[in-house]
């Protein structure tokens, strides 16, 4: 069984993650002392402020930066996207180039304030006109009342390793991974100091009775299958 990260910002100079190239190495070594075997990297897109040929072309060259790195590490980087929900988003051409490689999954970010019924009808509309599978980024972070109603949806849902952080307050988002509700975790690493790439470790340990769960949910996404 690999250990997959579903959330990091590590890709040189495409986001605020990561700064430099040396930055990236630092969160690799990271990522590697932790055991970790595989990062779906996921640079924010935010489409109502930059044009999607920008973001592809940035992504593009600072994966060209990274990769040639990769074999110094014993792990397996997916670039991929952190597409922030907005209300034309459903019709963004070319929205299919964001999707995790050779799927038809998407990550998706909600807004962070009280969502608007626009909300749920741009998630419809990604999925019925669009066809893709939206994955409902960090459910741990939006609004209780809105993450709540969001969670029927059967949509695919991950949580950051931080949610389980205090002892307390996980009690909520433990059970959301007993009842098989969230299927995916991440790190959303930001930064070189390693916090969030060791809080996923902590949060594996935490659940290590559904690691199995989570890890074998995230190879079938990774694959395109249905979970
Ligand atoms: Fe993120």
């Known amino acids: 069984m690999r250990k997959v990260d579903f959330h990091a910002h590590l890709l040189p100079g495409a986001d605020h993650g990561s700064a430099s190239l040396a930055c990236s190495l630092k969160q690799l070594s990271w990522a590697q002392s932790m055991s970790i075997d595989c990062i779906v990297t996921t640079p924010h897109f935010y489409g109502w402020k930059q044009q999607l040929s920008d973001f ?34 459903p019709d963004l051409l070319g929205l299919e ?3 995790l490689p050779n799927t038809s999954y ?14 749920y009808t741009a998630i ?22 809105e993450i709540d109603k969001l969670l029927d949806w059967n949509l695919v849902y991950q949580i950051n390793a931080e949610a389980f952080d205090h002892f307390w307050k ?24 390693g916090t969030d790439f060791r809080k996923l470790d902590k949060a594996l340990k935490r659940l290590s009775k559904h690691e199995e769960y989570l890890m074998n949910n995230a190879e079938r996404v990774l694959s395109g299958k249905m979970i």
């Open 124 to 145: 419809e509309k990604i999925i019925s006109v669009r066809k893709l599978m939206p994955i409902i980024v960090h459910v741990d972070r939006y609004p209780e009342h």
């Open 97 to 99: 180039q964001l999707t």
């Open 56 to 89: 592809l072309s940035v992504r593009e060259q600072s994966w060209g930066e990274l990769k040639p790195y990769l074999n110094e590490y014993n792990l397996e980087v997916i670039p991929a996207a952190e597409v922030t929900l907005f209300r034309d988003l």
């Open 170 to 193: 996980s009690r909520k988002y433990i059970r959301w991974v007993e009842e098989q509700r969230v299927h995916l975790i991440g790190s959303d690493t930001h930064g070189e100091d």
């Open 106 to 119: 998407i990550l998706l970010e909600m807004p962070m304030e009280t969502w608007g019924n626009w909300v």
